[in-house]
């Protein structure tokens, strides 16, 4: 089954299905307020985000793990969990606002 990349104008779905008007049923389903921006029939079944784009790519920590932990501790809870991480790794605020959102998006 083909993996599209469907961006609206508040998200970047990535999801399995058998056609275009599949994916946007997804979306559609998902996020019915959402308007559709542009969608991509991805060219392998496979996606992969770079930690270093994301700018969480520091070899001394895994924030990750340290993220993860975080958003269990908060229970989901966005700002809690980054004032959690903070305390954690000592870094700044833009840091672990990139941390604790890009592992929410990965699906803690």
């Not at 307020?33 to 991805?42: G, H, L, V, W």
Request: aromatic residues 6%; proline residues 4%; glycine residues 4%.
């Amino acid at each position: 089954m083909p993996l599209f990349e469907v961006e609206t104008d508040s998200h970047i779905i990535i999801t399995w299905a058998s056609d275009n008007d599949e994916a946007l049923g997804v979306v559609a389903e998902a996020y019915p307020n959402d308007k559709i921006i542009r969608m991509t029939k991805r060219p392998r079944d496979t996606w992969v985000i770079s930690k270093s784009a994301l700018g969480i790519a520091e070899k001394d920590l895994d924030p990750c793990n340290t993220a993860r932990d975080c958003l269990s501790k908060a229970e989901g809870d966005k700002v809690h969990a980054i004032r959690l991480y903070m305390h954690e790794t000592g870094v700044d605020l833009e840091q672990a606002r990139k941390a604790i959102e890009s592992n929410m998006v990965m699906g803690w």
